[in-house]
């Protein structure tokens, strides 16, 4: 993939990258694709430069050894301040997510003072990904955006999708049974999780260069649904 820039129609030449290396994207293929190419492709890049930190920002830049212009835009898509650490501010964004710094990020773009916020509607960007490749493949497809996501009880990060479409993202095997006849009760699969952490595999961070997987072979659920099912309410976070 070349270097995304605004403007630029992430599900065409995802495509035609798919093709040129011979591995083109056929019917129920899932295409996992990282926020950061999201969000450039939709403009939502940010020079901190040009951001008027508020008093908030800066009282909070105080206590995490932060730039006040970034805790700013971290401010920006923040629902509610989860936690306040040493160098970490855990926040529930706008569109749900329970993240560190809102998810907003400074790898993989240009410029020390750019940095990289979510896509506004993750579901909405995974729905016109989606609709584009499909028009030009002539078949069903599933696509994830993901991001690097840290875990309050175990080191080093994991991919999780942020945003779905064409997908149900969480099998239900409630009602099943196992090997030995016992009846599963809370048996519940994040499989739209466990796709953007295998995705990641092949993705790497640094300089690997490379912004989208495809996933072939799974079996998955279609489900047309944009609701947020992946997100568990708050009156069950036992952590809140």
């Given at each position: 993939?070349?270097?995304?820039?605004?403007?630029?129609?992430l599900g065409k030449m995802i495509t035609e990258a798919a093709k040129k290396q011979g591995s083109p994207i056929q019917p129920h293929d899932v295409i996992?694709?990282?926020?950061?190419?999201?969000?450039?492709?939709?403009?939502?890049?940010?020079?901190?430069?040009?951001?008027?930190?508020?008093?908030?920002?800066?009282?909070?830049?105080?206590?995490?050894?932060?730039?006040?212009?970034?805790?700013?835009?971290?401010?920006?898509?923040?629902?509610?301040?989860?936690?306040i650490g040493q160098n970490s501010i855990i926040t529930e964004t706008k569109s749900g997510v329970i993240c560190a710094n809102s998810g907003v990020d400074?790898?993989?773009?240009?410029?020390?003072?750019?940095?990289?916020?979510?896509?506004?509607?993750?579901?909405?960007?995974?729905?016109?990904?989606?609709?584009?490749?499909?028009?030009?493949?002539?078949?069903?497809?599933?696509?994830?955006?993901?991001?690097?996501?840290?875990?309050?009880?175990?080191?080093?990060?994991?991919?999780?999708?942020?945003?779905?479409?064409?997908?149900?993202?969480?099998?239900?095997?409630?009602?099943?049974?196992?090997?030995?006849?016992?009846?599963?009760?809370?048996?519940?699969?994040?499989?739209?999780?466990?796709?953007?952490?295998?995705?990641?595999?092949?993705?790497?961070?640094?300089?690997?260069?490379?912004?989208?997987?495809?996933?072939?072979?799974y079996n998955y659920t279609i489900d047309e649904s944009t609701t947020t099912q992946l997100i568990r309410a708050k009156e069950k976070d036992l952590f809140?």
């Open positions: 993939m070349p270097l995304i820039n605004a403007g630029d129609n996992v694709v990282t926020h950061v190419v999201v969000s450039k492709s939709e403009g939502n890049v940010i020079n901190l430069d040009e951001v008027n930190p508020s008093k908030q920002a800066s009282e909070i830049a105080k206590h995490t050894n932060k730039d006040p212009a970034l805790v700013e835009i971290i401010l920006q898509d923040t629902k509610e301040i989860v936690r400074r790898s993989n773009v240009a410029g020390d003072r750019n940095v990289v916020p979510l896509p506004r509607d993750p579901n909405m960007s995974a729905a016109m990904i989606r609709d584009e490749i499909m028009n030009l493949v002539g078949g069903e497809v599933a696509v994830i955006v993901s991001d690097t996501h840290g875990r309050p009880f175990r080191n080093g990060e994991i991919n999780i999708a942020i945003g779905y479409s064409g997908l149900k993202p969480i099998r239900d095997r409630r009602g099943e049974k196992d090997l030995f006849g016992y009846l599963l009760r809370i048996k519940q699969t994040a499989v739209a999780d466990e796709l953007a952490s295998a995705a990641e595999l092949v993705m790497g961070q640094a300089d690997e260069g490379i912004p989208v997987a495809i996933v072939k072979g809140r």
